[in-house]
Every structure is written in C-alpha cells, then in structure tokens.
C-alpha cells in the first residue's frame, strides 16, 4: 500500500501517518521529521533547512527531494510507505513521479485530511509540543498560509489523476482513522 497524506498543519498527517503506518505495517515517512531530524544532529543538511523550518518556510525542493529519496526508493522493496509532508508543492509531485516511476507509483491513494483553518490554529496552539520552533503563533500563521497557496494546489492535481480521497480530519484520531480504511476498502471494490 502506497499513501500520500495531505493537509494543513495541525491536520493530523503526523498522527494518522503512524496509525496507519502501523496497521499496513510499512515505513512512515515524514519528511518534517527527516528534516528535523538532520537540524538536531547539525548536519550539513541541517544547518541549511534550519531557517527556512524555523520561520514556517518551505524547504528548497532539491534539498527535500535529497532527504525523500531513498525512502521513496525503497517503497517496494518494504511493501509501500505513508509519505506525511511531502510532496508539497507541484513541482515536488511532479518530481515524487519520477522518483518512483522506475519501481512503483507514488500512490495508491492520496488522501487529504480537511479541516477548517480555526481547528489546525487550534490544535497547533493547544499542543505542548516544546521543542518544535515552528509553533509559535506567527509561525503557524505562516505555515497555514504556504499550505493554502503552495500545498492546496496539490488537491486538484491529485483529483485529476484519480488518487484523491478526501476526510472530515477535525473528528477524533480513531474517527478519522477508520474514515480513511474505509474509503481506502470503498476504491479497491
Ligand atoms: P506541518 O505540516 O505541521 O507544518 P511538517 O513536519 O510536515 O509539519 O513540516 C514542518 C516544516 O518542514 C515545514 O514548515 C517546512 O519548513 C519543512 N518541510 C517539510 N516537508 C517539506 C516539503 N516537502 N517541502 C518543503 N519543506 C518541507
């Protein structure tokens, strides 16, 4: 099983991603997480994504394509994977194509977790989450607004190709959960 999750922070994709990463029992890839990741260890990486994360800003694409890769590479080999912030933008789900094309598709199913921007204000604001910079207040204003002009965009690309499956995100984790496993059964009929 191949997913693509989308939505806007605060939506959920960090959360479902490790739900259903676990019930398919493949890796879940979260490119926010890989870039964190290299920002904590002060690789060379890190330390040229570190502002861009820190003001809510996205990442250039060739550096996000570099931390993807070899994930989306070895889907195959491990079943599928759950990519959780990425692709973001047009040209990086243009680019997820390529990557992917020579084994597998990028996705069997994108799914995009909807939820009104209060609710994502809401829960980003509500969560204790003392170590990730990108939290405060004028920051997450920002990452709402690079969601809804570089990521939104994506809804419609990904409606065209068939793979969009579309999930009321601002009910309880199990709710929605159990919304995405059942549109997932409805496409395969
Ligand atoms: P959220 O969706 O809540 O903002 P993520 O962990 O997905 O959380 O992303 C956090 C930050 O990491 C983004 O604001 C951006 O700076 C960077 N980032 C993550 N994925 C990408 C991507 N695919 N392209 C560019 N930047 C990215």
Redesign the pocket.
Known sequence: MRLVLLGA??SG?GTQGAVLAAHFDIPHV????L?RGHVATGSELGRRVRT??AH????PDDL?VDVVRDAIASAGDAGGHVLD?????LA?AKCAFDLAAPTVAIADAVIYLDVPDDVARERLTGRAQTDRV?DAPAVIEQ?LEVFHAETAPLLRFYEQSGLLVTVAAEKPVDVVTAAILDALTERQR
């Open positions: 922070p605060g994709k979260s490119s926010g997480e870039l861009f994360l809510g800003e996205l990442v996000v912030g990425f692709p973001r933008t990086q990108d990452r």
